[in-house]
């Protein structure tokens, strides 16, 4: 009975010493965010402004409409970028990069001026895109209609990529691909296309970026030509956005990025090739 008391008055003790603690959480204040990207394929060229928002104040964010935009063909011409909506500035015509040169942003807001510059990266087209039926088997893999794309790399440069994969105009997946991937590279480039049954039996399967498509599917395929720095980029914002709260998680941390004076975002200039496929039986 002793010991029910003592205990009783111990937890009235410890609920008595309760104190609720505000913890003031430091927010820096607002950073503009730039974000674009221009091809070789000739078409409007876009740049989205934005201000950073602090993490628990997500309703915050400035609309950017006020900034002086312009992008410079290094020893050529300027575009100027006119403010249209939501943050978003387009130039008056479509305009087309060129392999090998380079493209400077220019953005000026609220007395800072930041930049960036990317060259465009040369690429090989894709030379086709397949699909091919896996029967049940004793592999790993399930049986189902893979769909995947044979290339060739460019053997004079280090190449970094990223596949867009669309079903029926739905995104479907984004893959990141470089050279350190060898043969099983997303372009296959070691993967026999004339004898993909021959390949099979040889326990050789291309590396696919969609499965489980069906008759009448329609694929579409984008494949952009990035630098290193670009890739790196997307690889860390997919790390960041991948976090799930487990032990094993990246920091949390803004990702490298090539705008200047501590600009957000990134200003990507890149090589984009197309390929479509209806799926057959």
């Not at 111990?10 to 091809?39: G, N």
């Amino acid at each position: 009975m002793k010991k029910l008391i003592a205990y009783t008055v111990a937890a009235i003790l410890f609920t008595a010493c309760e104190k609720i603690v505000d913890i003031e959480i430091p927010s820096e204040e607002p950073r503009l965010v730039i974000e674009s990207e221009i091809y070789n394929i000739k078409d409007i060229w876009k740049v989205k402004l934005s201000s950073s928002q602090p993490y628990f104040d997500q309703d915050s964010a400035e609309d950017v409409s006020t900034a002086s935009v312009f992008i410079t063909e290094r020893g050529g011409d300027t575009v100027f970028l006119n403010y249209s909506d939501t943050g978003m500035y387009v130039s008056a015509d479509s305009h087309q990069c060129i392999v090998g040169n380079t493209y400077e942003l220019n953005v000026a807001y609220k007395g800072q001026v930041y930049k960036a510059a990317e060259e465009l990266q040369n690429a090989l087209p894709i030379d086709e895109l397949l699909s091919f039926f896996l029967p049940p088997n004793d592999r790993s893999f399930p049986t189902g209609n893979y769909v995947f794309v044979q290339g060739q790399i460019d053997n004079t440069k280090k190449n970094f990529y990223l596949f867009k994969t669309y079903r029926n105009d739905t995104l479907k997946s984004s893959d990141l691909d470089n050279d350190e991937f060898g043969s099983v590279s997303l372009l296959n480039s070691f993967f026999n296309v004339n004898d993909i049954l021959g390949e099979i039996s040889r326990n050789k399967l291309p590396r696919p970026i969609l499965f489980d498509v069906v008759e009448g599917d329609t694929i579409d395929v984008e494949q952009f030509a990035i630098t290193e720095e670009y890739f790196q980029f997307l690889f860390d914002l997919s790390a960041q956005q991948s976090r799930s709260g487990n032990p094993f998680d990246p920091p949390p941390a803004n990702p490298n990025n090539n705008i200047s004076n501590n600009g957000l975002g990134y200003f990507s200039v890149v090589h984009l090739e197309k390929k479509r496929l209806v799926v057959e039986e």
